[in-house]
């Protein structure tokens, strides 16, 4: 059983960087691809960002160029930078691992941490 666990979240203004982290009670990462994704009030799950165990990354449309995800397998941690953020930014970030075919699929991920706040104000 991977337990996962999200920190970093935070308020933070328009324009300005968070970087997230997951730390995972094993090293997940080297076994399974990890996937960020996060989901605002009434809206669906969305993909942020993926990286496969061979470091492969993925990432969602809305994010590509402003985030980053990477992993420290020192750690046991995956990160993911957040930069250039916008309102639209603000929701619960959610750690995942599994081995999705399709990484942009929530559904294709077996373990979930509890999720951490990002809230930017405009």
């Known amino acids: 059983q991977v337990q996962l666990v999200e920190s970093g979240g935070a308020l933070v203004q328009t324009g300005g960087s968070l970087r997230l982290s997951c730390v995972s009670s094993?090293?997940?990462?080297?076994?399974?691809?990890m996937g960020w994704f996060r989901q605002a009030p009434g809206k669906e799950r969305e993909f942020v960002a993926a990286i496969r165990s061979n470091s492969r990354t993925y990432y969602g449309d809305s994010v590509k160029g402003r985030f980053t995800i990477s992993k420290d397998y020192a750690k046991n941690t995956v990160y993911v930078q957040m930069n250039s953020l916008k309102p639209e930014d603000s929701a619960v970030y959610y750690c995942?691992?599994?081995?999705?075919?399709?990484?942009?699929?929530?559904?294709?991920?077996?373990?979930w941490g509890r999720g951490t706040q990002v809230t930017v104000s405009s």
């Open positions: 995942a691992a599994g081995q999705p075919v399709n990484t942009r699929l929530p559904g294709e991920y077996v373990y």
């Open positions: 094993e090293r997940a990462f080297e076994t399974y691809t």
